[in-house]
């Protein structure tokens, strides 16, 4: 697997690697390629239609187990290919957002 790296950080793969994307209550799943990857986003091939899929909120699964995966959400679509944004859970807190037990 050969992959470059280019000026803004993203990772492009020169045969893609295999993942899979799925529904976040499971309901579907497509195989698809991962064509690129940054911090922020991917880029993928996806195999079979996406038409009348959910793909505001879906998983992009890296392994096969399934322990390797993001959340992400839909950014663009050119045919086959689409562009996807990973969705984080920060749990930072917001300054000054002590409950009253800790602020005793």
Known sequence: MVAERNK?????????????????????????????????????????????????????????TGLAYRRCELSWVNGDQIGVSFLRNDKKKKPGSRTSATAA
């Open 8 to 64: 803004d950080g993203r990772v492009v793969f020169e045969r893609g690697i295999r993942a899979q994307m799925m529904a976040i209550d499971g309901t579907w799943r497509r195989p698809c390629q991962l064509e690129g990857v940054s911090e922020a986003g991917a880029k993928l091939t996806v195999v079979g239609a996406v038409e009348g899929l959910n793909l505001k909120e879906f998983f992009l699964l890296l392994s096969s």
